[in-house]
């Protein structure tokens, strides 16, 4: 299973864009992308997934460069309701466990 | 969307009794099922992968004889604590994918999580 890195924690600020970028160096030809969100004492929620290039949802947007070893989470506009951990994973077959690294807390203030 | 269940949300228990969590699927079916654990402020881990019919596989360093996991039908999962200590007190949160997908890299869902007490 491939590992992934990401920042312990960012702060922003509502109304501003977050970014949040993920290593994940050995990731496989089969290999997703894929980000979730949890908040405290609540099961992680899905937010999007991408192989390669651009994906965007009605939440976020994923950038993933040609090389896949890295990829970037964008949240537009942020709210203090977005204050939450955001976990960075790579998934492989349907099936396949889902390892959780460490995420990133991500604090929102007024 | 699909929706995972969980319950209870949260259980307290007397240290040395037994507890049981359930993990529904309720508009899919899941040939396999995942158990994590959290601690405070701790990422989640995984415990073990519960599969439908056939013994749940654990991760290294769990316990399968404390963690008992049945996962008797395709919508349902069930992580049994045994002889519950005060240092099993955590976060357990189950998961699911839909197994009607026959490709890789599709969403996993996730129960709302049970609150474990042990006094």
């Known amino acids: 299973l491939a590992k992934t890195t990401q920042p312990i924690s960012m702060d922003s600020y509502e109304g501003q864009e977050v970014n949040i970028t993920c290593s994940h160096n050995?990731?496989?030809?089969?290999?997703?992308i894929t980000w979730y969100q949890q908040f405290p004492s609540q099961g992680p929620r899905f937010i999007i997934q991408?192989?390669?290039t651009k994906v965007t949802n009605e939440v976020a947007s994923l950038f993933i460069p040609a090389d896949r070893k890295s990829s970037t989470l964008s949240l537009p506009r942020v709210s203090l309701s977005d204050t939450a951990v955001y976990y960075c994973?790579?998934?492989?077959?349907?099936?396949?466990?889902?390892?959780f690294g460490g995420g990133t807390r991500v604090l929102v203030k007024p | 969307g699909a929706v995972v269940s969980q319950h209870p949300s949260w259980v307290i228990c007397k240290s040395g009794t037994s507890v049981k969590i359930e993990c529904r699927s309720l508009?899919?079916?899941?040939?396999?099922m995942f158990w994590y654990r959290q601690f405070p402020k701790q990422s989640l881990m995984l415990m073990a992968t519960?599969?439908?019919?056939?013994?749940?596989?654990?991760e290294q360093g769990v316990e399968k004889d404390k963690f008992l996991i049945n996962h008797a039908s395709l919508t349902l999962s069930t992580l049994t604590v045994t002889s519950a200590h005060p240092e099993d007190s955590s976060f357990y949160i189950c998961?699911?994918?839909?197994?009607?997908?026959?490709?890789?890299?599709?969403?996993?869902?996730f129960g709302q999580g049970t609150r474990l007490t042990v006094v």
């Open positions: 994973l790579v998934v492989g077959a349907a099936g396949n466990k889902l390892t």
């Open positions: 050995n990731i496989a030809t089969n290999d997703y």
């Open positions: 519960s599969n439908e019919g056939s013994k749940a596989t654990y």
């Open positions: 508009d899919f079916q899941a040939t396999t």
């Open positions: 991408g192989y390669k």
């Open positions: 998961s699911a994918r839909d197994s009607g997908y026959g490709t890789g890299g599709i969403e996993a869902f």
